[in-house]
């Protein structure tokens, strides 16, 4: 039996799988209420495998809205309204229905006969407006496929935007973190236990970065630790991404920017770090770089919780 059929039935959601996959893509085009927003999040919370779906399905969203319309030249807009005006003078100048023949006078006296009219051509329906439409459109969908494919092939691009999308959610969700505390001795030990990895988490609260908590962010069926914290009215998340064994240290600070927010990326011995933030880039950098003192004047943060 399954976790769904397990879990009790409070929550008022499905408990069928496929049932529940159409309540995350109604979450992921916006088509819930508050509570049921609330309820389907709350769930995808306790189960890693929801929580991807809908991590794919709005990277997806991401990288299609991402694409750049094409550039539609106004010599092919005047060659197609040139055709529509051709089409227009034809079917004014069509000649009108031929007159039906008269009855055959071999048919039975009093038998009525239902005349139907000559079906039209199948080109007198035929709108060139709608096939110039399928022109461009047919065009934008071919360039935005290469395009998508092409940012879908660049590891670190593709990356950015789901740890933007993951951004967006937490701040449209009820609460931006799944366990609520400032304590890293709490945060990280919650986090370890549900993943098995967790990053340093130093308090810089005298610095003006409170740390909220922590959350799990699922990125490529991977889940990952997630930190936040809270820089006036704005928040920062952290997503600490395990180093692989081949994977190569790059102790310089890249400043990105993906989905509207701005990033840093950077790594060290352990971890693959992403900063992301609606904040200004001079306190997002401010962050970064108070965050990487902060462990090395504390090596205890990045310790057991």
């Given at each position: 039996?399954?976790?769904?059929?397990?879990?009790?039935r409070e929550d008022g959601l499905p408990q069928d799988p496929q049932d529940m996959k159409l309540m995350i893509h109604a979450l992921a085009d916006g088509e819930l209420d508050a509570a049921a927003a609330l309820a389907v999040e709350r769930r995808m919370a306790a189960d890693?495998?929801?929580?991807?779906?809908?991590?794919?399905?709005?990277?997806?969203?991401?990288?299609?809205?991402?694409?750049?319309?094409?550039?539609?030249?106004?010599?092919?807009?005047?060659?197609?309204?040139?055709?529509?005006?051709?089409?227009?003078?034809?079917?004014?100048?069509?000649?009108?229905?031929?007159?039906?023949?008269?009855?055959?006078?071999?048919?039975?006296?009093?038998?009525?006969?239902?005349?139907?009219?000559?079906?039209?051509?199948?080109?007198?329906?035929?709108?060139?407006?709608?096939?110039?439409?399928?022109?461009?459109?047919?065009?934008?969908?071919?360039?935005?496929?290469?395009?998508?494919?092409?940012?879908?092939?660049?590891?670190?691009?593709?990356?950015?935007?789901?740890?933007?999308?993951?951004?967006?959610?937490?701040?449209?969700?009820?609460?931006?973190?799944?366990?609520?505390?400032?304590?890293?001795?709490?945060?990280?030990?919650?986090?370890?236990?549900?993943?098995?990895?967790?990053?340093?988490?130093?308090?810089?609260?005298?610095?003006?970065?409170?740390?909220?908590?922590?959350?799990?962010?699922?990125?490529?069926?991977?889940?990952?630790?997630?930190?936040?914290?809270?820089?006036?009215?704005?928040?920062?998340?952290?997503?600490?991404?395990?180093?692989?064994?081949?994977?190569?240290?790059?102790?310089?600070?890249?400043?990105?920017?993906?989905?509207?927010?701005?990033?840093?990326?950077?790594?060290?011995?352990?971890?693959?770090?992403?900063?992301?933030?609606?904040?200004?880039?001079?306190?997002?950098?401010?962050?970064?770089?108070?965050?990487?003192?902060?462990?090395?004047?504390?090596?205890?943060?990045?310790?057991?919780?």
């Amino acid at each position: 039996m399954s976790p769904h059929e397990n879990r009790p039935r409070e929550d008022g959601l499905p408990q069928d799988p496929q049932d529940m996959k159409l309540m995350i893509h109604a979450l992921a085009d916006g088509e819930l209420d508050a509570a049921a927003a609330l309820a389907v999040e709350r769930r995808m919370a306790a189960d890693p495998a929801l929580a991807a779906e809908h991590a794919r399905l709005v990277a997806l969203r991401g990288a299609v809205a991402s694409v750049p319309r094409p550039t539609v030249s106004d010599d092919f807009l005047a060659r197609i309204a040139a055709i529509a005006e051709v089409k227009d003078a034809e079917d004014t100048a069509e000649p009108p229905a031929a007159k039906a023949a008269p009855l055959p006078s071999a048919q039975p006296r009093g038998q009525v006969i239902a005349m139907q009219p000559r079906a039209a051509r199948w080109y007198n329906s035929f709108d060139w407006r709608q096939m110039a439409a399928s022109i461009v459109l047919t065009a934008f969908l071919a360039s935005g496929a290469t395009q998508w494919l092409a940012t879908a092939d660049n590891g670190s691009d593709s990356f950015a935007v789901a740890v933007a999308n993951g951004h967006r959610r937490s701040l449209l969700a009820a609460t931006p973190v799944d366990i609520v505390s400032s304590d890293r001795h709490t945060v990280k030990p919650w986090l370890d236990g549900r993943i098995g990895v967790s990053p340093p988490a130093p308090d810089m609260a005298k610095d003006g970065y409170a740390l909220l908590g922590g959350r799990v962010e699922v990125i490529g069926d991977r889940p990952m630790p997630a930190l936040v914290y809270r820089h006036h009215e704005h928040l920062i998340t952290l997503v600490a991404e395990p180093r692989q064994n081949e994977a190569k240290s790059v102790p310089v600070a890249d400043n990105l920017s993906a989905g509207g927010f701005l990033l840093v990326h950077w790594t060290d011995d352990a971890f693959s770090y992403w900063a992301i933030s609606d904040a200004e880039r001079p306190a997002l950098d401010d962050f970064v770089a108070r965050f990487r003192a902060a462990i090395i004047a504390n090596p205890a943060a990045g310790g057991p919780g």
